[in-house]
């Protein structure tokens, strides 16, 4: 753990110094927006069950950044047209690299989540807190286009506990079950080759999962070359109908 906390460190140390270009301009275009700060500053639930403030680039308007569901759609009227393009191009997950600069997050490890998702967690999926939360793992580059999922659903928080949370949760107990220095460095590899061909990074990740031995639904899934269905999540045999 050592060595991935060096790694860690340095690592987004350098990356916030050589993406700084970007930012800055970036940063500079949502405070011209409205003239607020271009940072949002989201609560999540890290390793132990832990809160931590997570740093993003703001992509919502100031007064409707704390409301409407926790799941966000591609077509979301809360998001601003610069925010629109943070998405795109994940740079609200650049400005996480000062999570992992001060130790809340990894670079790599299952995505943080809220309190209100966290608490509907099986005691299976509760094995996802006894790690570092991170920016990237292979649910990141399978649902890399979570917004378009939600795009259009009554309920988006309900649609992604149905759709996303059941794959997205066994996605991230399989890291935790083979994490290595050497995949770290994969999946930020095909997380970065995603942004410009996501064919080929999903190809890779269901080609990792099938030399790691998952099962075929799982790697299925990971090829997205289907509709998503609603699943149980893991250590549950029912689909989750409320939310």
């Not at 989540?113 to 299976?124: A, G, I, P, S």
């Not at 759709?163 to 994490?179: D, M, V």
Request: hydrophobic share 40%; aromatic share 10%; proline share 6%.
């Amino acid at each position: 753990m050592k060595v991935k906390r060096s790694i860690d460190f340095f690592a987004a140390f350098l990356g916030l110094v050589l993406t700084s270009p970007l930012l800055l301009p970036v940063l500079f275009l949502v405070w011209l927006q409205d003239f607020k700060s271009p940072f949002y500053i989201a609560t999540r639930v890290g390793k132990d069950e832990r809160n931590f403030s997570m740093v993003k680039l703001r992509s919502m308007v100031v007064s409707e950044a704390n409301s409407g569901p926790d799941s966000t759609s591609l077509g979301d009227p809360r998001i601003t047209p610069v925010g629109h393009f943070i998405r795109k191009y994940k740079l609200d997950e650049l400005s996480q690299l000062w999570n992992v600069l001060v130790g809340d997050m990894s670079l790599v490890g299952p995505r943080p989540n809220v309190r209100n998702e966290t608490d509907l967690y099986t005691k299976e999926e509760k094995k996802l807190l006894s790690v570092k939360p991170g920016i990237t793992d292979f649910s990141s580059i399978v649902f890399s286009d979570e917004g378009a999922i939600l795009e259009n659903k009554t309920d988006p928080d309900l649609a992604y506990n149905q759709l996303i949370r059941p794959w997205k949760s066994r996605l991230g107990l399989i890291y935790i079950e083979h994490q290595s220095v050497i995949l770290d460095i994969q999946l930020i590899v095909f997380t970065v080759v995603a942004i410009f061909s996501r064919t080929k990074a999903l190809g890779w990740v269901a080609n990792t999962l099938i030399r790691l031995g998952v099962s075929k639904e799982v790697v299925a899934v990971s090829w997205r070359s289907s509709e998503l269905y609603p699943y149980p999540p893991p250590g549950s045999n029912a689909i989750v109908c409320d939310r």
